[in-house]
């Protein structure tokens, strides 16, 4: 199986520094990271010999670090199913997930979700890789997810998460419309009385804060556009429904209506970060799936996506 080393060529700005300096002030690994890789006869080479992170290289040698797991650990099986992948490389994959699928395994999905597809594509193309999630989308909500191959760009992307470098942008359909055309719903989401499951807003919930802009609507329903600052469990579809619009074929906050949609009308449409090892800029868009963008009451909205 391939693993992922990421090499350093040693110039004469890195000369007679330790390698502890270089990985964590030039390449920010983290300690956690470090103490995975330093152990193994791979994880630091220096010209292909191991060495300690106290050694002290000099102009020429190139300096190795392993950054894929030894062996996975996440306790994720591989198990064959529907993957769509939009952007691969040595270090992560954006996937455009489908609705009904859930992005980790849990009690009574051990092999049905996102993690367990993954695993088995690394599988099957020998990449040694673990399954390291970044964010979340609920098991309804369709569209862009970022997943990490390796720990230190699964920890890379965590630091961007809620900052301007992480963007997140999303697509409802919602019964009713927005009190007015654009606007911040500021108000903290806990968790909603004799329920496990349910969220509310509530005075003693956590912050959350989603900015939203209506892009159509009309009679009785609208599209609605968001992007969040924090990202608390069900909070658009909380958010909106405290708005008094809730999303179509929302059976927690809103109605189940099987015969239009059967799951609530959520679609993450834009993704943008900062590539962990590279820095450069990466931005994806997903259009609307057929079941959302057939609730648009004109054919020509969907050109708008």
């Given at each position: 199986m391939a693993a992922r080393y990421l090499r350093i060529p040693i110039d004469q700005a890195l000369h007679n520094l330790e390698v502890n300096t270089i990985l964590r002030r030039h390449l920010h690994l983290s300690g956690t990271v470090l103490r995975r890789v330093k152990w193994l006869e791979d994880?630091?080479?220096?010209?292909?010999?191991?060495?300690?992170?106290?050694y002290r290289v000099q102009a020429g040698q190139v300096l190795s670090v392993r950054l894929t797991d030894p062996a996975p650990t996440s306790g994720t099986v591989p198990a064959p199913?529907?993957?769509?992948?939009?952007?691969?490389?040595?270090?992560?994959?954006?996937?455009?997930?489908?609705?009904g699928t859930l992005v980790h395994p849990s009690h009574g999905h051990f092999s049905?979700?996102?993690g367990n597809f993954l695993m088995y594509h690394y599988q099957q193309t020998g990449q040694d890789c673990d399954f390291h999630p970044v964010h979340r989308l609920d098991k309804g909500t369709s569209g862009l997810l970022v997943v990490a191959k390796h720990p230190h760009a699964q920890e890379q992307l965590k630091q961007q998460l809620h900052t301007p470098r992480f963007r997140r942008v999303y697509l409802a359909v919602c019964d009713g419309v927005p009190p007015a055309p654009s606007g911040t719903v500021d108000a903290p989401i806990g968790m909603a009385e004799g329920s496990w499951t349910s969220r509310q807003v509530s005075p003693q919930g956590q912050s959350a804060r989603t900015h939203y802009q209506v892009l159509q609507a009309w009679e009785g329903g609208s599209l609605v556009q968001m992007e969040l600052d924090t990202g608390r469990t069900h909070q658009i579809r909380v958010?909106?429904?405290?708005?008094?619009?809730?999303?179509?074929?929302?059976?927690?906050?809103?109605?189940?209506?099987?015969?239009k949609i059967p799951r609530p009308a959520l679609h993450s449409y834009h993704l943008s970060f900062t590539h962990p090892i590279t820095g450069e800029p990466l931005a994806f868009t997903q259009p609307l799936p057929q079941d959302m963008a057939k609730l648009l009451p004109k054919k020509e909205f969907e050109v708008l996506l």
């Open positions: 994880g630091i080479t220096v010209d292909g010999q191991r060495v300690t992170v106290r199913g529907p993957l769509d992948l939009v952007w691969e490389d040595e270090d992560l994959v954006v996937v455009n997930k489908a609705p049905d979700t996102l958010h909106m429904a405290h708005l008094g619009c809730p999303l179509t074929g929302d059976f927690l906050y809103g109605m189940e209506q099987p015969d």
